[in-house]
């Protein structure tokens, strides 16, 4: 089974900086997509960044040029650096990868984005 653990929200002004990280467990997991979702409050949960064990990305449009996405596939774990955040920003997010054909989720981690 495997287990995401998520940690790195927080609270953070407008323009300020966060990384998340998220630690999976599993050593077959370097073949595996990995990437982060969000939910904002009232929001449809939404991709927001993905990346390939040979660490190609995709970025959705709302976060392009603000956020990056890096994985270290010898620790099983996946980062995303958010900078230049926006009150939209606000939201849950969530680790997940994807090794077929199981997707596995983390439990999320709050950031909140004050203006």
């Known amino acids: 089974q495997v287990q995401l653990v998520e940690s790195g929200g927080g609270l953070v002004q407008a323009g300020g900086s966060l990384r998340l990280s998220c630690a999976a467990s599993?050593?077959?997991?370097?073949?595996?997509?990995m990437g982060w979702y969000r939910q904002g409050p009232g929001k449809q949960r939404e991709l927001v960044a993905t990346?390939?064990?040979?660490?190609?990305?995709n970025y959705a449009d709302s976060v392009k040029g603000r956020f990056t996405i890096a994985r270290d596939n010898a620790k099983n774990t996946v980062y995303l650096q958010m900078n230049s955040l926006k009150p939209e920003d606000t939201a849950v997010y969530y680790c997940?990868?994807?090794?077929?054909?199981?997707?596995?989720w983390g439990q999320g981690t709050q950031v909140t984005v004050s203006s």
């Open positions: 997940y990868v994807f090794v077929s054909p199981l997707t596995s």
């Open positions: 599993g050593s077959f997991l370097i073949r595996g997509v």
């Open positions: 990346i390939t064990p040979g660490r190609l990305t």
